[in-house]
């Protein structure tokens, strides 16, 4: 017994309708430019776009100096003070400034403009040191610290 198949020479509709599609892919394509010379005249004939703001506009900022606001809350007894110690801003470990009595139990010190940090410590009538580590305030900042002796 012989078997017959058939064999078909065209494509089935939609293998056709697939092909068709990949051609229209194809020619939408754009294909690199191969001259060189082209893609220089190309990329030459664009200019960069400077930006351009008028003068009123620009400012210069430069940094400026702040002072710095130290408050503390503590009860240091009738007739003592309260002094600061530190780095920066005027202040030195060598010797003590006093701070200004707000109330019973509350101190304050506006110190001079700086541009650097200050790292100070209090003491009461400038000789006991308060404990724990020194205290850091950025320059501008208002701080305020409850110290223990």
């Not at 599609?21 to 939408?28: G, I, R, T, W």
């Not at 030459?44 to 506009?57: D, H, N, R, Y």
């Not at 110190?111 to 724990?132: A, M, Q, Y």
Request: aromatic letters at 6%.
């Amino acid at each position: 017994m012989k078997k017959t198949s058939k064999k078909t020479t065209e494509p089935t509709p939609s293998v056709s309708k697939l092909r068709s599609k990949q051609k229209a892919v194809a020619a939408k394509k754009v294909l690199p430019v191969t001259n060189p010379k082209l893609s220089e005249k190309r990329i030459a004939k664009k200019k960069p776009v400077a930006l351009k703001l008028p003068a009123s506009k620009v400012s210069v900022v430069t940094p400026q100096a702040a002072s710095t606001f130290i408050t503390a809350k503590i009860d240091v007894g009738f007739g003592n003070e309260l002094y600061i110690r530190g780095q920066g801003a005027g202040l030195s470990w060598g010797h003590g400034v006093k701070l200004h009595n707000v109330n019973h139990d509350q101190w304050s010190l506006t110190l001079s403009p700086s541009f650097e940090r200050i790292v100070f410590k209090l003491l009461i009538n400038d000789t006991s040191w308060c404990i724990g580590e020194d205290y850091i305030a950025a320059p501008g900042s208002h701080v305020s610290v409850v110290p223990q002796f």
